[in-house]
């Protein structure tokens, strides 16, 4: 599989959230799946400001290649220059751009899902983005559209495509939905016979039969895991496993998973000081708890930590009681 010049190595994306696929998730999911990863959406503006925090968002691990790295914002000089900057600043191999985030602050300043409102603004911003990479590839993550009445995705796509851009990735959802309801999969498959680039399928893949009825539902060439990996970074093998008509892996014991939530800390401890890596890990771990029977008292402790300590006192716990 190949996204303009890129080869990749695996059909499964692990998306791009922001506040969860930072450096450290990224690296203990590539690290128990070849999957393809993604950064969290960088603004452009903030890189042409110069902002200080920013640059952090950017970095790849060493061995996180091919990787992408994703921006955002509407003004196409700013995203002209953004462009250059991010890849400059992370060595990413490609250069996602974001036009389906939904959430307010992001679209009342017209970027995102916004963006879907304004094709022509949407296409200048893009070419104004291919001109920034200077020939990494470009690829675009976006909805079926603004809300029901307006589904755009299909002629989306078709102009991204004759813009320039090496794939897209379509969320099965409006914007309007945000994230409730069913992702509906058919306008992915329009999406799909609408345009000869590759096409990634994002929506409701929360087991790996989903990522195996997805592709071939949609016919599309990838399939991008969003939420069903919070807290369970091995969903991603699971769904390689499946698409490639393999055995599919178990889910390991709470144990074992409870050492990968220590590995994601302490590489966020690194990468963030202790007092964000805390604050951070509080939701990721309560995460990796998510269905574990007896857990209540637990998660209740994971989200009062505060320091390291907190977080090895109650994983010594966690490992006593519950495993």
């Known amino acids: 599989m190949k996204i303009g010049n890129v080869e990749i190595p695996s059909p499964i994306v692990l998306g791009p959230m922001a506040g969860v696929t930072d450096l450290a998730f990224r690296t203990v999911c590539r690290e128990l799946s070849e999957c393809y990863t993604v950064t969290e959406m960088v603004s452009t503006k903030a890189l042409c ?13 060493p061995k996180e290649h091919p990787a992408g790295v994703q921006v955002f914002g509407s003004d196409e000089e700013c995203m002209e220059r953004g462009a250059a900057l991010a ?3 992370s060595g990413a191999d490609i250069l996602d751009v974001n036009m389906g985030c939904p959430v307010p602050k992001v ?53 991204l495509e ?17 994230y409730s309801g069913t992702a509906n999969w058919d306008y992915i498959r329009e999406v799909k016979q609408a345009v000869s680039i590759p096409v990634i399928a994002n929506g409701d893949v929360f087991e790996a039969k989903d990522a195996v009825r997805i592709l071939r539902y949609t016919g599309a060439d990838m399939v991008m895991v969003g939420r069903g990996a919070f807290g369970n970074p091995w969903l991603l093998a699971q769904c390689a496993a499946a698409v490639a008509g393999k ?9 074992e998973r409870v050492e990968v939530a ?7 401890l690194e990468q963030k000081g ?21 857990a209540s008292y637990w998660k ?17 716990g966690i490992l006593r009681d519950l495993c």
């Open 274 to 294: 202790e007092k964000i890596a805390c604050l951070e890990m509080r939701k990721h771990y309560a995460w990796y708890l998510r269905g574990v029977p007896y």
């Open 162 to 178: 004759e813009a320039g851009v090496a794939a897209v990735a379509v969320h099965g959802r409006t914007r309007a939905q945000m």
């Open 49 to 61: 400001y110069g902002d200080k925090k920013t640059p952090t968002l950017l970095q790849l691990g």
């Open 262 to 268: 220590v590995r994601q800390f302490e590489l966020a």
């Open 107 to 159: 679209v009342n300043s017209g970027d995102g899902s916004a963006l879907m409102r304004d094709p022509d603004k949407a296409v200048r911003v893009i070419k104004a983005v291919i001109r920034g990479a200077a020939g990494v590839p470009v690829t675009v993550k976006f909805r079926l559209g603004w809300d029901k009445g307006s589904i755009n995705c299909v002629d989306f796509a078709r102009r």
């Open 87 to 89: 890849l400059e600043k």
């Open 247 to 255: 055995e599919i892996p178990p889910l390991p014991p709470l144990s």
């Open 300 to 316: 209740e402790q994971v989200c009062r930590m505060e320091t390291a300590q907190d977080f090895y006192e109650v994983t010594k």
